[in-house]
């Protein structure tokens, strides 16, 4: 479950790029999606800290080849930091 760290930064991420590549007009609900993502990258957040509290910290598996990859780990100080962040 530590992904779900990983989950804000995804969206808010790929939202930007969206109206980076395709840039919205004036008053469009597209202009939401960023405060959308942002209050969902927070729930996950919140989320996170939940599981962290059910079953203390973790270490997702490593994402990527011959020990080069991405990896996210889930303790009080990540948690706290993205919640601060977030």
């Avoid at 989950?7 to 109206?19: C, E, F, I, K, R």
């Amino acid at each position: 479950m530590s992904y779900l760290l990983l989950l804000p930064t995804v969206l808010l991420m790929s939202v930007g790029a969206n109206l980076l590549i395709r840039p919205a007009a004036r008053a469009t609900p597209r202009l939401r999606l960023p405060e959308w993502a942002a209050l969902g990258g927070l729930l996950a957040t919140v989320g996170a800290a939940f599981v962290l509290a059910l079953s203390g910290p973790a270490t997702s598996p490593m994402i990527g080849l011959s020990g080069i990859g991405l990896s996210a780990r889930s303790d009080i100080v990540s948690v706290s930091l993205a919640l601060t962040v977030g």
